[in-house]
């Protein structure tokens, strides 16, 4: 049976006013993420933790420096503990998907680039990896929202994003809980292409300084298995006035 052509018209016309809010929404709640990182500049200092199985922990220092350049995102990651386990890394990441790490080790005379099979481990283990230092899902192409949904007491935005060919990621789909007031993430699903395992990464103490919102604590658990890993953060500053030069190349062989 054909559909009459003016009954086909009303359905556009209907669903147009629809289209451009769920459109309008959809943007509203990105923004807030991607004005967060796009006036980013702190540094702070804390702790990598490994618990395994059994409640074992693992703990190395850490410290980040990040800053937002005009059309990239630098993280400088000093990574302590014992001498053979000592790294520093700069991520860029950039809204065009072209993100690079560059990592150094003791006795390293300049850095060198790290491959991107590698993007996957991590000083710890995969489950808090050196990708996993990026947020680039809000630049990803594809997105969708469904607003109202709840994590703990807190009311969420659900996004859900999905790379383009151009992103440099091991993951196929991110779903993130967004907390409705603040757009800050609260839980995070990340689905990694080639196996299809959840990596599950959830933000306790969210707090305001100085204008900005951050966590003081992310746990990230791989679905299916014992053990996790937690980025604690015990101090630091959301407004550091960082320059090109504590991003240089000597910053990361510097031990």
Known sequence: MRFPLACLAATVLLSAPLVAQVD?????????PIDRIQTTDFRAEGHLIRVDAKGARTSYPVTLKAHWFSGVLRILCLIGGPADSRVHLLLEMRPDGHNSIQVAHPGDKAPAALPFE????GPLGP??????????????PTQSLQPGKKFGARLC???????????RTHYAEMQTWLDHSIGYPVYVEKTIKAT???K?????????????WSASQVESKIRGQAGSTLLVIDRGSPKANLSPRDFAPEQLTRF
């Open 118 to 121: 590698k993007w996957n481990d």
């Open 157 to 167: 935005d659900l996004l859900k994003s999905k790379p383009g060919p151009s992103d």
């Open 196 to 198: 299809g395992t959840v």
């Open 24 to 32: 309008s929404s959809l943007k509203a709640v990105l923004a807030q």
């Open 127 to 140: 489950g808090f990896s050196y990708e996993d230092f990026f947020e680039s899902q809000y630049y990803w």
């Open 200 to 212: 599950e990464f959830t933000y306790f103490g969210l707090r305001k300084n100085s204008g900005v």
